[in-house]
């Protein structure tokens, strides 16, 4: 099993930056593609970015593709989501994903994703 605990939002105005941290534990996930996705209130569940096992490919929802950066250390077992810019559109809660099957890429569906964290609220003021 793979736990995943998410930290870093808060309450941030337009403009300003925020950095997400995931750290994995009760097995090392170096082996799997990570993923962010972030979920508003009364919406759906939405990609964010992914990242390959390596931290070699990343992939970005064109939402945020400019703003965002996804990183990974695997000695760390901990994957980021450094967020600048923010806007009051990105105003969600934010999950981690682990994926540990060889499938497709990038990894853009909610069922592509085996395990998640409990989420960390990020709101973005006008």
């Known amino acids: 099993q793979v736990q995943l605990v998410e930290s870093g939002g808060g309450l941030v105005q337009a403009g300003g930056s925020l950095r997400l941290s995931c750290a994995a534990s009760?097995?090392?996930?170096?082996?799997?593609?990570m993923g962010w996705f972030r979920q508003a209130p009364g919406k759906e569940r939405e990609f964010v970015a992914c990242i390959s096992w390596s931290g070699g490919y990343v992939y970005y929802a064109d939402s945020v593709k400019g703003r965002f950066t996804i990183s990974r250390d695997n000695a760390k077992n901990t994957v980021y989501l450094q967020m600048n810019s923010l806007k009051p559109e990105d105003t969600a809660v934010y999950y981690c994903?682990?994926?540990?099957?060889?499938?497709?890429?990038?990894?853009?569906?909610?069922?592509?994703?085996?395990?998640w964290g409990q989420g960390t609220q990020v709101t973005v003021s006008s």
């Open positions: 009760g097995r090392s996930v170096s082996s799997y593609a």
């Open positions: 994903a682990a994926s540990s099957g060889a499938t497709t890429w990038p990894r853009l569906g909610v069922h592509e994703y085996d395990y």
